[in-house]
């Protein structure tokens, strides 16, 4: 970060991984409403961790990009090897990074060693992924960065976004059927991505600098400085105005979005195998039929269930039949 492409390029990357959840959030609750459990991440078919994969390769192009492509000596060290002032934000921005690595990469461990892997493991990869967010708003808010200037301002309005990233993807533990807390998580992690990208056009395009502020060339990176309080205070006002207008049209668009994908995706009718009861001798319901609870993963027990009974019953609501 500290430059055009080091706003804009982790900014495509929370951008592109914010729509895809909300897309997919927004399709399964649609597609099954009375069953919707917020997964932490959607697989692909054909490459099944592909978001995770594009979470790690970010990741790790940022780390490169901040402690090896970016400093002059392609590596962030002193002479002595301490680590020098102008270094210290390539190390901060390195540890939100890595701290997005760790996640992805214990997310993909939880589910390749999910027939051995513990319960909760999906609650252990959710709060990873809220240790990251965490990092990521201590980060921005001990900033070794201007925290006075228009670039402080930025990365304020920032952290209002992470916290809220944060909240929600703590909530997604004991409320996973929220699909509240899914939306605005989602579209917390699209707002982050605009936002980046805004930070990085509006504070390192010479044209769009605001009246009587100017760029200053400052411990290796250049940094935007009023030349009086009032041209401070009005460039700051401008960055509010910002935010609230990219707010804004967030939400719109996410409520666009939802409406749009409501007329492409309807309920699925819920198949459930019409099974005899097996119960064991003396029971008095022994001639008792029932049909089960609707979870997500009787896909198996349903094929089963077609091939040894040939009985498939679409319903909306659990029922029992008595003979």
């Excluded at 592909?50 to 979470?55: G, M, N, Q, R, Y």
């Excluded at 041209?231 to 401008?238: D, F, H, N, Q, V």
């Amino acid at each position: 970060m500290g430059t055009l492409v080091g706003h804009v390029a982790p900014g495509a990357g929370f951008l592109l991984i914010g729509l895809w959840q909300l897309f997919n959030h927004i399709r399964l609750f649609l597609l099954r409403p009375g069953s919707y459990v917020a997964p932490v991440w959607f697989p692909v078919r054909g490459v099944r961790h592909l978001e995770l994969i594009l979470v790690i390769a970010g990741s790790a192009m940022s780390i490169l990009m901040e402690l090896v492509i970016g400093p002059a000596k392609h590596q962030p060290f002193d002479d002595d090897g301490t680590i020098p002032s102008d270094h210290l934000h390539n190390f901060e921005h390195a540890s939100i990074s890595l701290a997005l690595l760790l996640f992805a990469a214990v997310a993909i461990h939880m589910d390749r060693a999910r027939p051995r892997a513990p319960p909760m493991r999906d609650a252990v990869s959710q709060l990873v992924a809220g240790a990251a967010f965490a990092q990521e708003l201590l980060v921005f808010h001990l900033h070794s960065a201007d925290h006075m200037g228009v670039e402080g301002q930025f990365h304020w309005l920032l952290q209002t976004v992470v916290a809220v990233t944060l909240l929600t993807t703590l909530l997604g533990i004991p409320c996973p059927r929220s699909i509240a807390v899914s939306l605005t998580r989602s579209a917390s992690l699209v707002f982050q991505g605009v936002w980046f990208v805004v930070t990085g056009v509006m504070l390192w395009t010479p044209a769009l600098v605001p009246k009587g502020c100017f760029l200053n060339r400052e411990d290796g990176h250049d940094v935007v400085r009023c030349r009086d309080g009032e041209a401070l205070e009005r460039a700051k006002s401008l960055v509010n105005l910002q935010f609230s207008w990219y707010l804004t049209a967030t939400v719109l668009f996410v409520v666009v979005f939802y409406l749009w994908l409501g007329k492409m995706y309807s309920e699925e009718p819920r198949y459930l195998p019409l099974v005899k009861g097996n119960h064991a001798e003396g029971d008095g319901d022994g001639g008792r039929f029932s049909i089960g609870d609707d979870q997500d993963d009787d896909e198996d027990d349903v094929e089963s269930a077609k091939h040894s009974f040939g009985h498939v019953v679409s319903i909306t609501k659990p029922i029992e039949i008595e003979r």
